[in-house]
């Protein structure tokens, strides 16, 4: 089966759906299937960049207010139909909401195959941080509508957690809707360097180190995170928090940091390369912190468990189904002091910590990157067999 990729975004943007998109082509191409992606250039660029990896590159121009982000031609995309036409396109996937969506929809039409999406992101909360400038209600009621209308405009769509689904349903959506979380790879278990990365970094061994990993944005609440550790400094004057990861909220971040006189708490140490220097990151951590309510599914906690790393978060909307069984994880109360206090509850206990730490690997080994996509290619099937 050849399936087309259409999304907004991809690597050097570095975030969940990148990560999703690259695992779902690795995992399709190992069972035999082929995924040709058509995504934005993040150089500027006139013409359509053809990849050796199956990629289309498409012009772009910078996103206002965003600036790693790219608003990708419409038509440079849309254009590529004659091109694709000969290769024997089954169906398209589109990943993104945005250019990609119209882009996407125009595609699967002019070649004549269903059209599926994933709606990967909580456009509803997410929004509001990047358009202050107008009534939250307003913005709100507006993405649920543009979401309705996008999400029954299509054949199918996948959502990464049941909780996306009761969302969308809430909203209207008629169309079928499938809970397919993105995976881990098998290669994800290999334990990372952990000891390396905290000579590179000066962090003595015997130091307790919080993780976030994500992009730094304002819907991520690491702010919270920050207050946390202000707290939890009291019982661990030691501890650092590492937050790996760049993005728009970052100024704010170091700001407020300063503010809490946590100087010598907190290392932003930006993005790091996924398949090297991230996993070092993860298993030099003694516990991963995450305290977004916005998430559709939190990859990263998987990664985290994936490397041996106990997960201290909120139980919110799509990280609910990894946080609440408490399985290598601690589902913190939604408020500063109560999760200072879990963190350093954990933190204290070496022999809770190692308990966690092996629950966590073999929580995450449930959520195979193999099994996932053979479950989006029977998906794909269905939607050929109507």
Known sequence: MHVLYVSDVYFPRINGVSTSIETFRGELSAIGHRVTLIAPH???????????????????????????????????????????????????????????????????RALGVPCVATYHTYFEEYLGH??????????????????????????????????MREVLVGYGVTRPLSVLPTGIPEAFFTPGDGERFRVEHGIPPERPMALFVGRVAFEKNVGFLLDAVALARR?????????????????????????????????FVGYLDRH???RDCYHAADAFVFASRTETQGLVLLEAMAQGVPVVGL???????????????????????????????????????????LEAQEFARQWSAAGRARELADLYRSLLDR
């Open 315 to 357: 139980a919110a909307l799509g990280t609910r189904e990894i946080i609440a069984p408490e399985r290598g994880a601690v589902a913190a109360p939604d408020d500063v002091a109560g999760f200072a206090r879990c963190l350093v509850e954990v933190l204290r206990e070496p022999s809770r910590q190692a308990a966690l730490a």
């Open 235 to 267: 019982a661990l004057p030691g501890l650092l928090l590492v937050v790996a990861g760049e993005g728009p909220a970052l100024p704010n971040l170091r700001e407020q940091a300063r503010r809490l006189g946590l100087g010598d708490n907190v290392n």
């Open 130 to 163: 990047y358009l202050p400038f107008l009534p939250g209600a307003w913005v709100r009621a507006a993405a649920r509508r543009f979401s309705r209308a996008q999400c029954n405009g299509l054949d199918a769509v996948v959502v990464p957690s049941a909780a």
């Open 276 to 278: 090297n220097g991230l």
């Open 42 to 108: 993040y150089q500027p660029v006139k013409e359509v960049v053809r990849e050796v990896q199956g990629i289309y590159r498409i012009p772009a121009r910078a996103v206002p207010r965003d600036p790693e982000d790219r608003l990708m031609s419409y038509r440079g995309a849309r254009q590529l139909a004659e091109e694709l036409r000969p290769q024997g396109i089954a169906l398209v996937h589109i990943h993104t909401p945005f250019v990609a969506h119209y882009a996407g929809l125009a595609l699967a």
